[in-house]
Nanobody, 115 residues
Framework: QVQLVEAGGGLVQPGGSLRLSCAASGSIFSIVAMGWYLQVPGKQRDLVALITSGGTTNYADSVKGRSTISRDNAKNTVYLQMNGLKPEDTAVYYC?????????WGKGTLVTVSS
């Protein structure tokens, strides 16, 4: 079992920045990748970014060049730095951890980009 706790969402103006964090606990040694998905009401959950246990990163085209995913192994925490935020980035952002064929999810944090 892996438990995930997200933080860092909120209201930001267009062009602003936010840093999301996701702290993992439990069977963290078995995690092969962590990352973030976003979900807009009525739509499917889409991948934003991921980082593997080996440090490989991958980003959705919509956030490439604007976002950076990183991790602090000592704190068992993954971060998503988002810059140049746009209104269309407004969504609930969910942290996930991949353990074998299973995904564990956080409860989500709302990011609202609006003036």
């Amino acid at each position: 079992q892996v438990q995930l706790v997200e933080a860092g969402g909120g209201l930001v103006q267009p062009g602003g920045s936010l840093r999301l964090s996701c702290a993992a606990s439990g069977s963290i040694f078995s995690i092969v990748a962590m990352g973030w998905y976003l979900q807009v009401p009525g739509k499917q959950r889409d991948l934003v970014a991921l980082i593997t246990s080996g440090g490989t990163t991958n980003y959705a085209d919509s956030v490439k060049g604007r976002s950076t995913i990183s991790r602090d192994n000592a704190k068992n925490t993954v971060y998503l730095q988002m810059n140049g935020l746009k209104p269309e980035d407004t969504a609930v952002y969910y942290c996930y951890a991949a353990v074998g064929g299973m995904y564990y999810w956080g409860k989500g944090t709302l990011v609202t980009v609006s003036s």
